[in-house]
């Protein structure tokens, strides 16, 4: 390695940077612990309390779960009670025990769908659950995967299928890029957990369709939304452009998380002995860059907006922690794998930015929605609910980019 990528890595690798990371996720481990309700977890508002009636929610628990689970497995004394509490949320009244999956919220009544983006992190917190030693967490793992594998998963279309009604028919003339996306990351650890890397055949069939496909031929814009038959729909929710999970126009922050699971899916596949498309890093870092061109100060204020239109205009100007911590996450592993202090600069760049506008060090965690001002908002996203993506970010740079997360840090593995 010559002098300049020493140089370019050394906030990387920095002791006081790593510190600062270990200290602010477990700020953010403490303030999540709030959500505990009976039969799950719940969301929290600004300034980490549940709202009187808070109900606990499958997608939720399902990602406390799999963060205390990590936060176990990284060695934080207190958290192994808060994950068993999540498995049991997952095994209880969550759990469809007549049709088999999972509801939205405990005891789904009979009009409730299956969503495979919600499996896809019952999985992923199963898995999680299963290195940290948590007694029930096999019978969560075999249940979800067998789950995955009779309904979801399609090996016609090489990706998951998107929803089904509670008795698995009518299924939704619909697929999702954000569901496949969250389920490569899934398969990722559940070919680490189970040994099986078909797993990882599966991921790299995804990231082909949605990504080398599908995104390569649209200047490396993901197209999120597609028909049944995997021909996009670019005007999807044209008059809801600010959806949750659906959102109108082509979404930076996905850009940036795909950048960053196609190196974690390369380096795994290489890891397992399995050969490694040489388009993995290429389309890593035409995501990454797109993004940053395209989101970042677009509309002249710093950070990433939320969506943008296909000439690349803005349409929601919103800034959402997730997307910058994905930015930092993506950064880093680009970083890890080429050396460039372009991603350095952009490491830094991101987390400098999160620190001044997102990080509360008053009522605690992270801002989850800045304005076009960079002032807190709540339109979109209220409240403090989310850990998952802010505490990943905080974690992900301390390790090499295969294996995944979980197994990365029950194994102590150092970083290459």
């Not at 759990?95 to 999956?101: F, I, P, R, V």
């Not at 599966?202 to 649209?218: M, V, Y």
């Amino acid at each position: 390695m010559n002098t300049s990528n020493l140089l370019s890595t050394r906030w990387l690798d920095a002791p006081a940077h790593s510190a600062w990371r270990l200290a602010e996720a477990q700020r953010l481990l403490a303030f999540a612990k709030a959500s505990k309700l009976p039969d799950g977890f719940g969301n929290l508002d600004a300034k980490g309390q549940l709202a009187p009636g808070a109900r606990a929610e499958t997608m939720n628990t399902a990602r406390m779960t799999h963060c205390f689970a990590l936060a176990h497995l990284q060695g934080v004394p207190g958290y192994l009670a808060h994950a068993e509490h999540g498995v049991a949320a997952l095994r209880g009244a969550m759990q469809d025990a007549t049709y088999g999956g999972w509801f939205a919220q405990p005891g789904g009544h009979s009009e409730s769908g299956k969503a495979a983006y919600l499996h896809a992190f019952v999985a992923l917190a199963a898995s999680s659950a299963v290195l940290a030693g948590i007694a029930d967490a096999p019978a969560l793992l075999a249940d979800a995967t067998e789950v995955i594998e009779t309904h979801f998963w399609s090996e016609e279309e090489g990706a998951l299928r998107e929803t089904f009604s509670r008795t698995w028919q009518l299924p939704e003339p619909y697929r999702g890029a954000n569901s496949n996306m969250h389920a490569t990351e899934a398969f990722l650890a559940l070919a680490d957990v189970t040994g099986n890397s078909l797993w990882l055949q599966r991921a790299l069939r995804i990231s082909e369709r949605i990504i080398h496909g599908h995104a390569a031929a649209n200047g490396y814009r993901v197209i999120e939304h597609f028909d049944a038959f995997w021909q996009p729909l670019p005007q999807y929710n044209h008059d809801h452009p600010a959806d949750h999970f659906r959102p109108y126009g082509t979404t930076p922050g996905h850009a940036l998380e795909w950048a960053r699971l196609l190196l974690h899916l390369e380096a795994s596949l290489e890891r397992a002995g399995l050969h490694a498309p040489g388009w993995l890093p290429g389309c890593a870092r035409a995501l990454f860059d797109g993004a940053c061109q395209h989101a970042w100060n677009v509309d002249g204020a710093p950070g990433f907006v939320y969506t943008l239109d296909w000439a690349d205009r803005p349409v929601v100007h919103a800034r959402l922690h997730w997307v910058h911590a994905e930015a930092c996450a993506g950064a880093a592993a680009l970083l890890q794998r080429t050396g460039e202090a372009h991603y350095e600069h952009w490491y830094r760049r991101c987390w400098g930015f999160i620190a001044n506008h997102f990080i509360d060090p008053v009522a605690g965690s992270w801002h989850h929605e800045l304005d076009a001002h960079n002032q807190p908002a709540g339109s979109i996203w209220p409240g403090k609910p989310d850990l998952y993506h802010a505490y990943q970010a905080l974690l992900l740079p301390g390790l090499p980019l295969a294996p995944s997360l979980a197994s990365g840090l029950a194994g102590n593995v150092t970083k290459r």
